[in-house]
């Protein structure tokens, strides 16, 4: 089976020719010719099925045979906000496998015990329109840079479901008690906040329930925090689907 080549190009179908970095892996890398067939996606939930039309050492022009609207197999938004974490290395691979898994948005939270406190979001954003093509997905995941924590649970919509999910067990403060994490999500749009390595404190969780966060459980291992971050899409996305009541 031949391989099928996919590209990101935003407004691609008012275009006809590949963006620069596209273009150049394009024609320096795959080597492809005019009459090769690619596809494309605008990141937007669309995919087209386009044909090469000329190249040239820095350049790829394309024309588009025809198009459809993918849509997420999940319904509603799936978001999640965490705290990123001092090994770049591994929030970076979270991001990566959360965008092949299926999520809407991604969100960097600045905790009291956070250990990183910047990111290199042009970076990031190059990781997620890899994996999107990689994943032949149509719909490119918004990326927020790193706000404060305060901020970020005040930002989030009163519509959408909101979670926590912490380490610090049972605690007066909480007034909340935490619920497995499948268990407790609906199936609509939501949100699930997960903490640095050094986990929340107890005040940012007395916040979170305050602001209409649910306490979750994500079982009873203690998860990595780019992991807990990859699980918990991975259950959103299920729930979302219908795959898991």
Same mark, same amino acid.
């Given at each position: 089976?031949?391989?099928?080549?996919?590209?990101?190009?935003?407004?691609?179908?008012?275009?006809?020719? +590949?963006?620069?970095?596209?273009?150049?892996?394009?024609?320096?890398?795959?080597?492809?010719?005019?009459?090769?067939?690619?596809?494309?996606?605008?990141?937007?939930?669309? @995919?087209?099925?386009?044909?090469?039309?000329?190249?040239?050492?820095?350049?790829?022009?394309?024309?588009?045979?025809?198009?459809?609207d993918v849509r997420p197999s999940w319904h509603g938004l799936l978001h999640l906000a965490i705290a990123p974490t001092k090994n770049i290395d591994r929030i970076e691979w979270m991001v990566e496998k959360c965008?092949?898994?299926?999520? *809407?948005e991604i969100s960097f939270v600045d905790c009291k015990c956070g250990l990183r406190h910047k990111l290199n979001m042009e970076r990031l954003n190059r990781i997620v329109v890899s994996a999107m093509k990689q994943?032949?997905? =149509?719909?490119?995941?918004?990326?927020? *840079? +790193?706000?404060?924590?305060?901020?970020?649970?005040?930002?989030?919509?009163?519509?959408?479901?909101?979670?926590?999910?912490?380490? +610090?067990?049972?605690? *007066?403060?909480?007034?909340?008690?935490?619920?497995?994490? =499948?268990? =407790?999500?609906?199936?609509?749009?939501?949100?699930?906040?997960?903490?640095?390595?050094?986990?929340?404190?107890?005040?940012?969780? =007395?916040?979170? @329930?305050? !602001?209409?966060?649910?306490?979750?459980?994500?079982?009873?291992?203690? +998860?990595?925090?780019?992991? !807990?971050?990859?699980?918990?899409?991975?259950?959103?996305?299920?729930?979302?689907?219908?795959?898991?009541?």
């Amino acid at each position: 089976m031949k391989e099928e080549h996919y590209f990101y190009v935003p407004e691609a179908s008012s275009r006809t020719e +590949l963006p620069e970095e596209e273009a150049r892996h394009a024609v320096k890398v795959l080597r492809l010719h005019p009459g090769d067939k690619i596809f494309i996606t605008d990141g937007c939930d669309h @995919i087209y099925e386009a044909v090469v039309t000329d190249v040239s050492r820095n350049g790829c022009c394309y024309k588009i045979i025809s198009g459809e609207d993918v849509r997420p197999s999940w319904h509603g938004l799936l978001h999640l906000a965490i705290a990123p974490t001092k090994n770049i290395d591994r929030i970076e691979w979270m991001v990566e496998k959360c965008v092949e898994v299926g999520v *809407d948005e991604i969100s960097f939270v600045d905790c009291k015990c956070g250990l990183r406190h910047k990111l290199n979001m042009e970076r990031l954003n190059r990781i997620v329109v890899s994996a999107m093509k990689q994943s032949h997905k =149509a719909r490119k995941v918004i990326m927020n *840079d +790193l706000v404060s924590f305060d901020s970020f649970i005040k930002s989030v919509s009163s519509e959408e479901e909101k979670f926590i999910a912490h380490c +610090l067990g049972d605690n *007066d403060v909480f007034k909340v008690r935490e619920r497995y994490i =499948a268990e =407790a999500l609906g199936e609509g749009s939501k949100t699930i906040l997960i903490g640095p390595e050094g986990d929340f404190t107890v005040d940012e969780v =007395a916040a979170a @329930i305050s !602001a209409g966060f649910v306490p979750v459980s994500l079982g009873e291992s203690r +998860l990595r925090t780019e992991t !807990a971050g990859l699980y918990s899409v991975i259950i959103m996305n299920l729930k979302n689907s219908g795959k898991i009541g």
